[in-house]
């Protein structure tokens, strides 16, 4: 069990990665409409459902993948979390923290980006991605050791 604990978080690191590379080519490829449903919200939170649920039901194909593919990615992170509270590992689940949350940040900004078209939170999308590369790479470092079973 204690091995595929610390597996957990190098998968979710190959997913990042994946997901990243999905966003470059939404970036590089995809012409979002800035009237579509959701854009310009007079309330954040709702925009980004309406945005969200735009792009995974009738977006561009390339965002429809990196949408759905990022809620994946935050169901997962919020198990690890789960999973390394319970692992006993103060450490592991301090970093697995941090990792969703960067995950979550990324999200919503992402989400913040459908909205309002503004390059800063594609910018505070990539600060998220970053910052849950570096807390998985972490919880991989730190994650329970067979010895301490």
């Given at each position: 069990m204690v091995l595929g604990i610390r597996r957990f978080p190098l998968i979710l690191l190959l997913l990042l990665l994946a997901q990243f590379l999905?966003?470059?080519a939404v970036n590089l490829f995809v012409d979002i409409p800035?009237?579509?449903p959701g854009a310009n919200p007079p309330e954040y939170f709702s925009g980004v459902v309406q945005s969200v649920t735009w792009s995974?039901?009738?977006?561009?194909p390339l965002l429809l993948l990196h949408a759905s593919f990022?809620?994946?990615?935050?169901?997962?992170?919020c198990v690890l979390v789960v999973v390394?509270?319970?692992?006993?590992?103060?450490?592991?689940?301090?970093?697995?923290?941090?990792?969703a949350f960067g995950v979550l940040a990324a999200g919503f900004n992402g989400g913040s980006f459908l909205n309002y078209h503004a390059d800063f939170s594609s910018m505070l999308m990539a600060a998220g991605f970053a910052l849950a590369v570096?807390?998985?790479a972490a919880a991989i470092y730190v994650g329970p050791?067979?010895?301490?079973i």
């Open positions: 999905l966003g470059m800035k009237n579509h995974i039901t009738v977006g561009p990022g809620l994946v990615i935050v169901f997962i992170s390394a509270i319970r692992s006993g590992s103060r450490a592991f689940a301090t970093w697995s923290v941090v990792g570096a807390a998985y050791r067979r010895s301490e």
